[in-house]
């Protein structure tokens, strides 16, 4: 059994395919599995896969489906993951040689359920280094948790056996994915290490604010109803009800505001405002909340006008 399995889908990215795959196949980690999910295609991709496939047969996995987006690639991938642990990699993303020996010893030295890394955000012109802060618990973590998927090793059993999978046909898939998994981690371990190098292009789907950018609402609702089938709604409600809050009133609402079409821009703000005030009406009591840092401050300032004011504000900026 491999001790990693990295689950890495593919969608028209012959310009970084390449680099991404001398970084995995280079890694220090030699018990490695490399899975390419192939979500249909239409460039050089699997031509350079191939190429690839020939030299490390025994490392390197292909496999072909019809286009069904990020969600559809990962979820289709599971299966056939061995590895005691499973990663996720974007394929216009590119690692550290190290990174999954490390992160794979740490698991194995504290009996990690998962194990967390930090990320170097690449622009065209800039470097940014995104170190997380070191989370205690669940419910620490449903408060300060980065929820991308793809700087983790996770535990293939406790995915396998909870049936968690990516929301297919949503943006926003890593949120939904992280916070039903959460629940089931009773070890999380970190390396402080920057090992990804996470790629930032100009015209990529993360980038490129639509209508689309109202999945949110639909994920974290998902989010909330699964906690409640699990029946640790109430046990996680405080941490569950600030996470809401901070999403849309932070990240969500910055992305909201930066929707080309007006009419969409503004009901998608108005259902941001309606969306939060209807699923949490009490949320301004939220004990998280009154933890002084500036987000929080800034948070407790959101009103029915002040609202407004701030996505002018997120707008131009």
């Known amino acids: 059994m491999p001790k990693v399995s990295v689950i890495v889908p593919v969608y028209n990215v012959e310009k970084y395919i390449e680099r991404c795959i001398k970084t995995l196949i280079t890694q220090t980690l030699s018990d490695i599995e490399i899975i390419f999910v192939d979500d249909g295609s239409k460039d050089n991709s699997k031509k350079i896969i191939e190429k690839y496939l020939k030299l490390y047969p025994n490392k390197l996995k292909y496999l072909y489906k019809e286009n069904g987006g990020l969600s559809s690639a990962r979820n289709y991938g599971i299966p056939y993951a061995k590895g005691e642990y499973i990663a996720f990699l974007d394929s216009d993303d590119y690692i550290e040689p190290t990174m999954y020996e490390e992160m794979y010893n740490t ?9 967390e890394c930090d990320f170097i ?12 802060v070191i989370y205690n618990g ?4 449903l408060e300060k948790a980065r ?32 916070y039903k998994i959460l629940p089931s981690l009773n070890k999380i371990s970190f390396v402080k290490k920057y090992f990804i190098h996470y790629v930032q292009r100009e015209n990529s789907i993360v980038n ?14 998902n989010v909330i109803e699964f906690y409640k089938s699990k029946g640790i709604y109430q046990e996680y409600k405080e941490q569950l009800e600030y996470t809401y809050t901070r ?7 910055k992305r909201m505001c930066k929707i080309k079409n007006k009419e969409e821009r503004k009901n ?44 002018v504000i997120m707008y131009l900026m």
């Open 208 to 221: 490129t604010q639509t209508n689309r950018t109202k999945d949110i609402f639909v994920v974290l609702n």
């Open 107 to 115: 698991a194995q030295k504290e009996k990690s359920d998962m194990v």
């Open 247 to 253: 999403i849309l009133l932070c990240s969500s609402m």
């Open 268 to 311: 998608a703000l108005k259902e941001t405002w309606n969306n939060l005030n209807t699923q949490f009406p009490e949320w301004k009591k939220n004990k998280i909340l009154k933890n002084k840092n500036l987000k929080n401050i800034y948070m407790r300032s959101v009103n029915k006008v002040t609202f407004k004011m701030y996505c």
């Open 147 to 178: 929820v991308v998927a793809w700087n983790k090793l996770i535990k293939r059993d406790i995915i396998e056996k909870e049936k968690i999978e990516f929301p297919n046909g949503l943006r926003y898939e890593d949120v939904e994915f992280f």
């Open 121 to 132: 955000w690449e622009y065209p012109n800039k470097q940014v280094y995104d170190c997380g």
């Open 138 to 141: 669940k419910k620490d973590a």
